[in-house]
């Protein structure tokens, strides 16, 4: 028992450790979404994420504390992710839409209401943000048409933002 005392002592900093970020974290995400007016419903989809993000990086720590070696860590990581590629596919895609989602989380460059225009020589779209969620972004069209985007293929897009006059 007493040969593992430095790693239980080392797993309760790091327990300690991955609260006090979790609440540092969360108290700048909810600062942030109120100062750029962003509705709560992305700000908890957006501390949702990062709160799950610091898990995974939490099971990583304690594992190193514990003795697995990072070499390990990363060919069992690559094998799970070659299951997962296998058995989803789309796991990229998945993953780039939630990197998409908190891309316009934190730079904003549109909210909820906005009116915009996406530039496509195909089909160009008027429409007004209806709502952003961690993988697709629902837009309404001036013919009451609910058009649902991947946040990816979404910033991916030429959008104008119509400012209306308040």
Do not use: C
């Not at 009116?115 to 972004?137: G, L, Q």
């Amino acid at each position: 028992m007493e040969v593992y005392i430095p790693q239980i002592i080392a797993s309760g900093i790091a327990i300690l450790l991955l609260y006090i970020a979790k609440f540092i974290i969360n108290k700048l995400v909810i600062k942030y979404g109120q100062i750029l007016q962003i509705s709560e419903v992305r700000t908890l989809q957006t501390k949702q994420v990062i709160s799950t993000l610091l898990n995974i990086m939490f099971v990583f720590v304690i594992a190193i504390i514990w003795g697995v070696e990072p070499h390990n860590l990363l060919i069992g990581l690559s094998s799970i992710f070659a299951v997962i590629g296998v058995a989803l596919f789309a796991q990229w895609s998945i993953l780039s839409n939630i990197t998409a989602g908190l891309i316009m989380f934190f730079t904003a460059p549109f909210r909820i209401g906005d009116r915009i225009r996406i530039i496509d020589k195909d089909i160009p779209i008027d429409a007004v943000i209806e709502n952003i969620h961690t993988f697709y972004t629902h837009i309404r069209t001036d013919e009451n048409e609910l058009i649902v985007l991947p946040n990816n293929l979404f910033l991916q897009k030429i959008v104008s933002i119509k400012k209306e006059n308040k």
